[in-house]
Structure formats: C-alpha cells, structure tokens
C-alpha cells in the first residue's frame, strides 16, 4: 500500500538517498489524515467508520499505480499478513473469558456453527446469481469467495455500538465481541481449508494454511489438526509464558506497548515454525494475556487493550485503503447488482443461523434480532480478499487467462457487499431498537 500513495510522482523519480517515490511521506501521511477525517465525520453521521474509510480509498485515483512502483507480491503478502495478525491480537485481548460467563456455549455456537450455516445459505445464494456476472463465477471462486465473507468484524462493531448509543445490553456486547474474534479464527481456517480442497494442483510453498495442504482430502485434514494444534500449542505457551515477562520487564506503559508487540511476532513466528499456525497462535496469545493473573495490578487487560489500540486503528485502516485502492471503478459497475443482492442475503442468512443457534429462553427474540442485526463484515473480509487473489491461479476450473478479470470482479464484489453491509446494517439496527424501545413502553 505504502507505494500506492504518492502523488505528483513522475515515473521512474525517486525521493533524494532512497528507493522511495517521490512524495512518498506526503502521500502517506495526507492519506491516513484523510482517513481519520472520514472516520471523524462518519461516527458524526452515527455510520461505522470503516465504510468511511473504504470509500476513501474506492475515491483515490488507479492512474497513482502508473506514477509509482507496483505493488509486488511479496509486499502485498506482508501488509496483509501483518495487518491480520495485528488484528486478531487485538481480537484475543479484547476476549475477556469472565465477562461471557453462562453465555460462553451460545458464543461458540454463534462462531461455528452459525457461521456455517451463514456461508452455506450465502454460498448457494451466491452460485445461483454467479450467471449475472460477465463471464460467471467457477465454483471454486464462489466457494473461496464466500469464505472471505463469513468473518464478523471487531473494529466495525464497536463502531456500531458507539453509534447506536449503548442501546445494547452489556450480556449481548460480550457475546458479539467473543463471537467476533472466534469467527475470524474459523474464517481463517475454512477459507485455508477450502483453498486446498479446491486446489487444482500444488503450488509455491506459503506461510498460510491452505499452501501446506494436498490435494486430498485425508491428507488435508491431517494438515488442518496439525496447524490448529501447532497455533493451539505455540499461542497459550506464549500466553502462559507473557505475564510472567510484563511483570520482569515492563516498568511503564511505553514499555508495555513494546512487549505486546513483541509478543504478537512471537506467537505468529512460533507457530509458523511449529506447522504453520501462526495467525491462531497471535488470537490465542492475545486471549491469554487478556485472561491472566499480573503481579503488577495497572498492567491488567484492560491496558494491554488500551495499548495495542493504535496499532488495531492502524491496521483496520491499511486494510480498508488498501482494498480501496485495488479495486477498479469499472469492476464496481459490472458487479453491482450481484453485489446488492449477495448483500440482502448475508444479513439473512445470519439470522437463520443466529435463530438456530441461540435459543429460547435463554434469549428472547428481541435478543436474537439485536444479535443477528449486528454482524457487520469489514476489515477481515476485504483482508482475506486479498489472499483469494493469490489462490485464484491454483484452483480447479479457473484457467491463467481468466485470472486477472475474475480477481478484479471478485475483489469489486466482496468490497460492494462489504460496503452495503456496513450502510445498510447500522440504519436497519436503528430502526430495530427503536421498535423494541416502543413495544417495551407499551407493554
């Protein structure tokens, strides 16, 4: 992304003693300033921030990729990568297991089983409106692509709940904070997962979980526990070991911010080298360090959180501009009625999972509407978006030539469903509340 932003640049020019383009700082540092000015203005208007902030970079011209270097694999793989362990870190330390007691059952259910539920009916959704599209969609892509789209977001919720006024009782917030975070975990390994079972044939060895994975399906099952065991062992040793460190060596909260830093490149690299599960073993580090005992009473989670804050602001907004920027406006027009009826569908499909998942009496129907209305994608999707572009030349069905328009159609698709999603959701809930509010006066 950071070469995507220069302005002014003539091709080939660089910044005096570097390898930089010209105007490289400014055009990074008036980016992210527009960005938080959109994301001002958009908690004004009572709309979730990261819509803001997508549009922001839908609105940067495409010509800027012919007056700077390209963006190259190697790069991209890096911001992305980065970008989502930063994520699930924070993801893991926002994961207050005491906060969700005699709910935790409903929550895993909302992150496993609903969530299947809701990418099988917007899967299927997806393959019957895949003719609309020029040229269609091959199976593997739908499948692939709708994975991308199974992960709730985070940063997006607590923008949704700020907005809609803590209209929201603090039981349901903690249900959809955890479920947020584990469904980003399940996303992570059934978009993996699906990538190898729709791998046509082997390909470049990667770091992620769907380039470790063969072509059949015994085989990818046993690479499946070996990466969830591998996170699974490498996140709660370096979770088990951390407050032990914090209370050794953190003195300030300066200092803690550098530790918990640390410690998220830790768990990734451990269970990278342990068999891949780097990704699981940042979310579980970040649970643990959430979920432990410190000797020093103001180093608690709270402040962990509350450090690690700026770095999950600075990620959610890499992701968002860097999709934005990646996609091609023309893409936009082709896709766009598939776009808005794939994004009619996902909020349905949650609350078909969300109503068989979460029963009565444990929750009452106005519950269940408040949690299925609340299940906004963002930053995660549009960050496995980016992988499904490097998956796309290995899957069964898709030949070499079609690589390049399918990627831009499905990267156009996901950012249109994402952005409807983050639109449309918000204002729905606010109607929602105001007629449960009505219905509670009256009785």
């Not at 992304?1 to 660089?14: K, N, P, S």
């Not at 909020?347 to 979460?358: E, F, H, I, Q, T």
Request: net charge positive.
């Amino acid at each position: 992304m950071l070469l995507l932003l220069t302005t002014g640049a003539e091709a080939g020019a660089r910044l005096a003693g570097t390898l930089l383009p010209r105007g490289f700082f400014l055009g990074l540092g008036l980016t992210y300033l527009a960005a938080l000015a959109v994301d001002r203005l958009a908690a004004r208007w009572r709309v979730p921030g990261a819509a803001a902030v997508l549009l922001l970079g839908l609105a940067i011209p495409n010509d800027l990729l012919t007056h700077s270097q390209p963006l190259g694999p190697t790069l991209l793989e890096t911001l992305h990568r980065v970008s989502l362990a930063l994520l699930l870190f924070y993801a893991g330390l926002r994961t207050d297991l005491r906060r969700i007691r005699g709910i935790k059952a409903a929550g895993l259910g909302l992150g496993t089983l609903s969530l299947l539920i809701t990418v099988l009916i917007t899967g299927l959704a997806l393959y019957w409106l895949a003719p609309a599209l020029p040229g269609g969609l091959p199976p593997a892509a739908v499948w692939l692509g709708v994975w991308c789209l199974a992960a709730t977001d985070s940063g997006a919720l607590e923008d949704l709940l700020e907005a809609l006024r803590h209209s929201v009782s603090g039981r349901l917030r903690h249900l959809l904070e955890f479920e947020a975070a584990l469904s980003t975990v399940m996303a992570l390994l059934g978009f993996g997962f699906a990538a190898a079972v729709l791998q046509g044939q082997p390909h470049g060895e990667h770091q992620a979980l769907h380039a470790a994975l063969s072509s059949r399906l015994p085989q990818q099952l046993g690479a499946l526990a070996l990466h969830v065991l591998a996170g699974l062992s490498a996140g709660v040793a370096v979770g088990a070991l951390a407050p032990r460190l914090i209370d050794r060596l953190v003195r300030s909260d300066q200092q803690l911010l550098l530790v918990a830093v640390a410690l998220a490149f830790v768990a990734h690299g451990f269970g990278q080298w342990l068999g891949g599960g780097g990704l699981l073993a940042v979310f579980l580090a970040g649970v643990c360090l959430s979920n432990g005992d410190y000797h020093i009473n103001r180093f608690e989670s709270q402040a962990l959180g509350r450090v690690m804050q700026p770095f999950n602001t600075a990620a959610e907004l890499t992701v968002l501009l860097l999709l934005g920027l990646m996609v091609k406006p023309e893409a936009l027009l082709t896709v766009l009625p598939v776009g808005l009826g794939l994004a009619l569908v996902l909020p349905l499909a949650r609350v078909v999972g969300v109503w068989l998942v979460l029963r009565p009496p444990a929750f009452a129907r106005s519950d269940r509407l408040i949690v299925a209305g609340c299940g906004l994608r963002a930053a995660v999707p549009l960050a496995l978006a980016v992988s499904l572009t490097e998956e796309l030349p290995h899957l069964r069905g898709i030949a070499a030539t079609a690589v390049e328009p399918l990627a831009s159609q499905l990267l156009a698709l996901i950012c249109v469903v994402v952005l409807l999603d983050l639109v449309l959701q918000p204002l729905a809930m606010r109607q929602l509340l105001a007629a449960i509010s009505a219905r509670r006066r009256l009785a």
